[in-house]
């Protein structure tokens, strides 16, 4: 996403986050975050993924890698230390992490099942 880049389309699956006032400035804030989230990383990114219901997910155009920016709240949090924990072993790596703008940079993966329907024994052991 360079700087004449299409207009970020926020999906419809995070206009939820309207009814909340800490929801609409991360939305208002989201096209300056990925601008500088790009720039940050060098990386040019694509349309964001549309099923995503706390986060916005863009795919990084010219690299097998995605840009997750959080909505900051105490599920999110330990994200990042987690996936730094695991180090993609049963879970994406985390290639980068900007802590003061919620963003994860993360290798791009097929998505599996959903934790919340993986049940009690994942095999992460």
């Known amino acids: 996403m360079t700087e004449a880049a299409v207009t970020l389309e926020i999906p419809s699956s995070l206009h939820w986050l309207e009814s909340l006032p800490?929801?609409?400035?991360?939305?208002?804030?989201?096209?300056?975050?990925?601008r500088e989230t790009a720039q940050?990383?060098?990386?040019?990114?694509?349309q964001p993924f549309a099923?995503?219901?706390v986060s916005l997910v863009l795919p990084a155009?010219?690299?097998?890698?995605v840009v997750k920016i959080q909505v900051p709240d105490?599920?999110?949090?330990h994200e990042a230390a987690a996936l730094s924990?695991?180090?993609?072993n049963?879970?994406?790596?985390?290639?980068?992490h900007w802590a003061e703008k919620h963003v994860l940079l993360l290798e791009r993966c097929v998505p599996g099942t959903h934790l919340a329907e993986a049940g009690p024994a994942t095999g992460l052991d």
């Open 22 to 34: 800490e929801g609409r400035v991360w939305l208002e804030a989201l096209p300056a975050t990925v």
């Open 40 to 46: 940050r990383w060098n990386l040019e990114l694509g």
């Open 51 to 53: 099923d995503c219901y």
């Open 61 to 65: 155009q010219d690299r097998d890698l």
């Open 74 to 77: 105490r599920e999110s949090r």
């Open 85 to 88: 924990l695991w180090a993609g």
């Open 90 to 96: 049963g879970a994406a790596l985390l290639v980068g």
